[in-house]
């Protein structure tokens, strides 16, 4: 099993950044393919970018790829998302996933932390 905790959100004024952070326990996640989605209200859960276990091959979301940049630590067994000129229309929470291929569907990610919250004020 393999526990994920998001954290590094918050309320942060349009034009900011914010590093998220996924930290993971209960085993590695070296050989896993990480990914971060995120959700509002309402809405199904988006994708957001994904990085592949050996750093090699990462990608993300078409309206977020110049903004958001998708990075890991397999010593730390971690994975971070750096988000930079924050939109309104970023508001979400956060989750990070763990799965054994990167992809931008949710249902291939096994493993799921709680969320963190990222508020984007104008």
């Known amino acids: 099993q393999v ?56 990608y993300s979301a078409d309206s977020v790829a110049d903004r958001f940049i998708i990075s890991r630590d397999n010593a730390k067994n971690a994975v971070y998302l750096q988000v930079n000129n924050l939109k309104p229309e970023d508001t979400a929470v956060y989750y990070c996933a763990a799965g054994s291929y990167g992809s931008r569907d949710s249902s291939k990610y096994d493993y799921w932390g709680q969320g963190t919250q990222v508020t984007v004020s104008s």
């Open 3 to 58: 526990q994920l905790v998001e954290s590094g959100g918050g309320l942060v004024q349009a034009g900011g950044s914010l590093r998220l952070s996924c930290l993971a326990s209960g085993r590695t996640v070296r050989r896993n393919a990480m990914g971060w989605f995120r959700q509002v209200p309402g809405k199904e859960r988006e994708f957001v970018a994904t990085t592949i276990w050996n750093r090699c091959n990462s």
